[in-house]
Structures are given as structure tokens and as C-alpha cells.
């Protein structure tokens, strides 16, 4: 499956997350590839860290606005089951570009009604894109979640307002995080028992029963994949 992790607002956590997914899908022995779609460069930073502590990581390539054309994304990808893209926060063209290429794009949101309204620009472009393509598939992702407040619940309620669907997984505002990536590591190898590393591992199940129950369309000159398909 393709996966962009998207949105306007930046700091929202969105490289964390495609880090963290893709290492876990890693860890469970798919071939991964994690787009930097970010001039700022956190996943190659991160790449480089990972490099220096000798620990596992997916393939990771920068691309940006032109990466939907067919001699770029869509060939790269081929020979690995998962991509994820970070995206940029703003960088409009960039992220119309994962969206054109994109089986889900994720939305990640903060817990409160201010980050539910800041969300609107976000929810344009994804609806923009799905003007073109019917079969993208979005999601919000409550993330940085602090406690079960009264803000936390009504979040959900608000969201749901959107019009687009929620992610049952719901992340909360965890040091871990931050560690993991330090230490070049996503957070379910950094520290397996922390709630983060629950929340990712549910997180990355809940996409891949997604994945299972729609599919992802098979390119036609590549049918000998469809058998590699989890
Ligand atoms: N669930 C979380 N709990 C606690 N801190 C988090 C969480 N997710 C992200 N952070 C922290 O929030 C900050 C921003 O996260 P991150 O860089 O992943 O966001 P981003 O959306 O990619 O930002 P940008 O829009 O600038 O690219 C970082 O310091 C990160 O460690
Ligand atoms: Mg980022």
C-alpha cells in the first residue's frame, strides 16, 4: 500500500508517524519505502542517525511535486510492498503530488477543537484531489493525545463533522516518540512496552486490515506481485 502522511498545519507529527509505520512495517518483514517529500529533510536526517547506530531502516528517497508521474513514484515503488511518504506542511504541489499517487492519505490531528478547525485547508486539498480520483481513501489520525480529557473527546465528535473518516487508532502525546527517532529507531523497536509503540503496532495493523479488506490495484505489467500480496 501507498501511504502519505499529510495536512497543511505543520508540527503536527507526521514524520514521526511515517517513521515509526515504516519501521514497524519493517519489523514485520515487508519492503518498505519512505519517501521524503520534505525539503526539510527529517526522515534523510533521521536515515543518517539511523546509519551511524546501526540499526535496520527501510529504503528512503527524497522526491517531491513531480513524484505522481509514472517514470517516478510508480516505477520506483515496484519490488516493495509498502511506501509511505511524508509530506510537507504547506507545500501545496508536493502534497497534490502524493495524493495523486496515494492508496490512503492520512491527516494526523491533534487532540483539540482548534486543531480539529485548523484542519479545513487540509481537507480541501483532499477533497481537490478526490475530485480526480474516486479511490483515494482518507483519514484523520488523532495524535498527541494528552490524557482522556473532556477536550480529547469532543475532538472526535468534531472531527466526525469533517465528513471525512477517523482512524480507530488514536495516539497520545508520548516522550517516546521523540527518543526513538533520536536514537534513529522507530518506536516500537525503542521501546517495545511503551504506549507508543502499542499505539503504533495497532496503528499499522489497522492499515494493513484495511489494505486486506479493499486491496490496493495491482499494476497490470506487474502481475507476479499480486501472490506477494499480506
Ligand atoms: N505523539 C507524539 N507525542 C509527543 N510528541 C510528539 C508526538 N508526535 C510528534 N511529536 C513531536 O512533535 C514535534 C513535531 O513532530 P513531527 O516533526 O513529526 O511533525 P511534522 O508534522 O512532521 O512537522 P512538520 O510539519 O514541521 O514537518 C517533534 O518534536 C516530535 O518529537
Ligand atoms: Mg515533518
Do not use: C
Given at each position: 500500500m501507498i501511504v502519505a502522511l499529510t495536512g497543511q498545519k505543520g508540527g503536527v507529527g507526521k514524520s514521526t508517524l511515517a517513521i515509526c509505520i515504516a519501521a514497524e512495517l519493517l519489523a514485520r518483514r515487508h519492503k518498505v519505502l519512505l519517501v521524503d517529500a520534505d525539503p526539510q529533510g527529517t526522515i534523510r536526517t533521521w536515515g543518517e542517525v539511523a546509519v551511524d547506530a546501526g540499526q535496520p531502516l527501510p529504503s528512503i528517497v527524497a522526491m517531491g511535486?513531480?513524484?505522481?508521474?509514472a517514470d517516478q513514484l510508480p516505477t520506483v515503488?515496484?519490488?516493495?510492498?509498502d511506501v509511505i511518504i511524508d509530506c510537507p506542511p504547506r507545500h501545496g504541489e508536493i502534497q497534490r503530488s502524493a495524493l495523486m499517487v496515494a492508496d490512503m492519505a492520512i491527516l494526523p490531528c491533534g487532540p483539540s477543537s482548534a486543531d480539529a478547525w485548523a484542519l479545513g485547508a487540509s481537507i480541501d486539498l483532499v477533497n481537490e484531489a478526490r475530485t480526480l480520483r474516486s479511490d483515494l481513501e482518507v483519514r484523520i489520525l488523532i495524535t498527541r493525545k494528552q490524557g482522556r480529557t473532556a477536550l480529547g473527546r469532543s475532538a472526535r465528535e468534531e472531527l466526525e463533522k469533517s465528513g471525512i473518516e477517523l482512524l480507530k487508532t488514536e495516539v497520545g502525546y508520548r516522550v517516546a516518540f521523540a527518543e526513538a527517532l533520536g536514537a534513529g529507531q522507530g518506536v516500537t523497536a525503542y521501546a517495545p512496552k511503551d504506549a507508543a509503540a502499542d499505539e503504533t503496532r495497532a496503528l499499522v495493523s489497522e492499515l494493513l486490515l484495511w489494505e486486506k479488506n479493499h486491496g490496493t490495484q495491482e499494476?497490470?505489467?506487474?502481475?507476479?506481485k499480486a501472490g506477494r500480496r499480506r
Open positions: 511535486s513531480t513524484m505522481h508521474r515503488r515496484l519490488g516493495y510492498d499494476a497490470p505489467a506487474q502481475p507476479a
